[in-house]
């Protein structure tokens, strides 16, 4: 298993930019797969973007391709995601994910973080 801890959450303006970041411990967390999922009260938890061991096979969802920007450090062990443009749709608790494929589904992830919260006024 992997330990996953998110910060960077907070409240911004729509317009405006936000870096989160998931450090990751454990076992081998290089090896993994990690995501960003979010989810809004009352919604389901949905993927925004994946980044694969080496950094590839990068995936974003529609509704945040060309605003959001994965990265992975694996010196640091840590995982990145760059929120630019912002906009209220985007309020939601972010979680980060890591697992062994390469899916973008919740059951395809085995460790998951606490979560930080993403708040975006109008």
């Known amino acids: 298993q992997v330990q996953l801890e998110e910060s960077g959450g907070r409240l911004v303006q729509a317009g405006g930019s936000l870096r989160l970041s998931c450090a990751a411990s454990g076992r081998t967390a290089s090896a993994y797969t990690l995501a960003w999922f979010r989810q809004a009260p009352g919604r389901e938890r949905e993927i925004v973007a994946r980044?694969?061991?080496?950094?590839?096979?990068?995936y974003y969802s529609d509704s945040v391709k060309g605003r959001f920007t994965i990265s992975r450090d694996n010196a640091k062990d840590t995982v990145y995601l760059q929120m630019n443009s912002l906009k209220p749709e985007d309020t939601a608790v972010y979680f980060c994910?890591?697992?062994?494929?390469?899916?973008?589904?919740?059951?395809?992830?085995?460790?998951w973080g606490q979560g930080t919260q993403v708040t975006v006024s109008a």
């Open positions: 980044v694969n061991p080496i950094g590839g096979a990068i």
């Open positions: 994910a890591a697992g062994v494929s390469w899916g973008t589904e919740t059951s395809d992830f085995s460790s």
